[in-house]
């Protein structure tokens, strides 16, 4: 903390003396970003940057009060097909450290023009997915979080078929986060756990593991960022990795949208995709 309102005092005085923000130089905007995020009040918190595909339940150290609406709508190409995925998705803190989400993700399917007779899958909400994270470990001096989660998604019949039954199985995910920050700019990420799948008319449970790995660097001066996210996936002896360079722009004060490409590494069912995000972070006391 010493050090850190040390780093502050030529901000201030130059604040207080009348020179504009636009002159401040980007360091020290970092230094002004990253005290407002951890030092405005307790308990402690780290500023990291959150990946864009495979998002957090909430921020790392989440602050009680704090809220998130998120907007997001994908397209990717199934070699035979096209799918577009929109998904609708609220998170907030009811306490410190403490974060749920409530999410509804559709997808959408089209067939190809040179494959107009294969056949397509039907539109769906694919499930509803609930879900909690607690941070249980953060701290400052080194810029390291780490959480908890748990992830319970409720899987649904397609419209074709919606209600027959309503619900069709479940997806049980527990996680493991950890996230650092190495010096002003510098972010990594780690996401990670097995997923679970339970079909409830055939009885088969069906077991995967993934490994979330993800890379940013923020813009100096800026709440913005480029980076780069790995998504693996294990499931028997079967390996798929995507590769989603991404970027975030902020809009305004409390919106921002995230820009993702998806490059797949070892799949043999998908090509390209893309995706936007966007966020929204009403304000909170």
């Known amino acids: 903390m010493k ?3 040390k780093k502050m005092m030529p901000i201030v005085l130059l604040v207080s003396s009348g020179i504009a923000y636009s002159q401040i130089s980007n360091t020290e905007k970092d230094i002004l970003y990253i ?6 009040k307790q308990p402690a ?4 940057a959150e990946p864009l595909y495979i998002d957090l339940i909430r921020d790392l150290g989440a602050r009680k009060g704090e809220r998130e609406w998120n907007l997001g709508l994908g397209l990717t190409d199934e070699l035979t097909f096209d799918s577009y995925e929109a998904l609708i998705e609220y998170e907030w803190a009811p306490m410190d450290r403490l974060g749920l ?4 993700p559709f997808t959408f399917y089209s067939p190809l023009a040179d494959n107009a007779g294969a056949e397509t899958p039907s539109n769906r909400l694919n499930s509803i997915k609930i879900a909690t994270q607690w941070s249980f470990f953060v701290n400052e001096r080194i810029a390291t979080s780490m959480a908890i989660g748990y992830i319970n998604e409720f899987e649904l ?3 074709r078929n919606f209600g027959k039954p309503m619900i069709s199985g479940n997806v049980y995910n527990p996680f493991l986060v950890v996230a650092k920050r190495w010096g002003n700019n510098f972010h990594s990420l780690v996401y990670t756990g097995p997923m679970i799948g339970h079909e409830y008319e055939s009885g088969e449970v069906h077991t995967s593991y993934y490994v979330n790995t993800s890379f940013h660097y923020m813009i100096p001066g800026t709440r913005n960022f480029i980076g780069v996210e790995f998504n693996k996936t294990w499931e ?3 390996f798929d990795m ?3 360079p991404q970027m975030r722009l902020g809009i305004a004060d409390n919106l921002m949208i995230g820009i993702i490409a998806g490059v797949p590494i070892s799949r043999e069912n998908e090509r390209f995709s893309s995706f936007l995000r966007l966020i929204w972070e009403p304000k909170h006391k």
Not at 45 to 48: D, R, S
């Open 45 to 48: 918190k780290v500023l990291h």
């Open 157 to 159: 019949s397609d419209f």
């Open 242 to 244: 995507t590769m989603r």
């Open 101 to 104: 989400e409530v999410e509804l």
């Open 236 to 238: 028997s002896s079967d």
């Open 35 to 40: 005290n407002q995020i951890e030092e405005k």
């Open 3 to 5: 050090n850190i309102i």
